[in-house]
């Protein structure tokens, strides 16, 4: 029964992780082939991230994206190894990772992560992408979780 359980959390974790990391791959395909797109509240532009969030770490380099990977294989083992925390969020953590995968993988394939939408109604925010907009709201749906588990115990 446990190798099903098991089976099943990771069977949910690769679809959220395949679903995000396919479609954010796909849109950044049709960016990086010329897609754009312009109103008055948001934009469709190519914009190449060397950093983090904001461009954050950018002086850090190639060095980024190697910390990047040593950094989620270093949490996927401390996930994995607590096994029903991993089945009760295997979902969450599949889009969180899938999101996380597509933009370390623009870092090797274009030297950055490829972001494209641009927010400028009433105010310039950060250019971003599709996989940002999932780890945001995955990490949002883990930390709701938690808090409203953790009310009804």
Known sequence: MLNIKIRKSFVIFAIGFGLVFGLDQWI???????????????????????????????????????????????????????????????????????????NILDRFMHGGVVDYVYWHYGFEFAVFNFADAMIDVGVGVFILKAFFLSKTK
Do not use: P, T
């Open 28 to 102: 950044k395909h049709l960016i990086l082939g010329g897609l754009r797109w312009e109103s008055e509240v948001l934009s469709i532009i190519l914009v190449y991230n060397r950093g983090v969030a904001f461009s954050m770490l950018s002086f850090l380099g190639d060095w980024l994206k190697y910390l990047q990977v040593i950094l989620v294989l270093a949490v996927w083992l401390v996930i994995i190894s607590q096994r029903q925390f991993f089945d009760r969020n295997s979902g969450v953590f599949g889009v969180i990772f899938g999101g996380g995968c597509s």
